[in-house]
């Protein structure tokens, strides 16, 4: 059973670039028709996507965000990593990393990591 775990720094101040990396185990992130998402959710407010990259390592990323984000991977460590740049107050909230396959119909969550971006 695929299972998902975030990591980073949990206070960032503004200004800055944060970090987070999605450690997989249970699954390779390389298997075929499996796409690897990074969703966030300020406080009060709904699930956003912020970035995927699938199992051949092809980026996508929100419109909104694209300009200050980086999605990558390390396949020796099988673990993908979320860079934002640039962060402000609004980017405060809790952070996941998940998982889905069409083709083998699952979906995978991380347990979230809180992000707090403050002066």
């Known amino acids: 059973q695929v299972q998902l775990q975030e990591s980073g720094p949990g206070l960032v101040k503004p200004s800055q670039t944060l970090s987070l990396t999605c450690t997989v185990s249970g699954g390779s992130i390389t298997t075929n028709s499996y796409l690897w998402r990074w969703i966030r959710q300020p406080p009060g407010k709904g699930l956003e996507w912020v970035a995927t990259i699938s199992y051949s390592g092809k980026p996508a990323y929100s419109p909104s965000l694209k300009s200050r984000t980086s999605i990558s991977r390390d396949t020796s460590k099988n673990q993908f990593s979320l860079q934002l740049r640039s962060v402000t107050p609004e980017d405060t909230g809790v952070y996941y990393c998940?998982?889905?396959?069409?083709?083998?119909?699952?979906?995978?969550w991380g347990q979230g990591t809180q992000v707090t971006v403050s002066s």
């Open positions: 998940a998982s889905a396959s069409r083709v083998a119909g699952v979906n995978y």
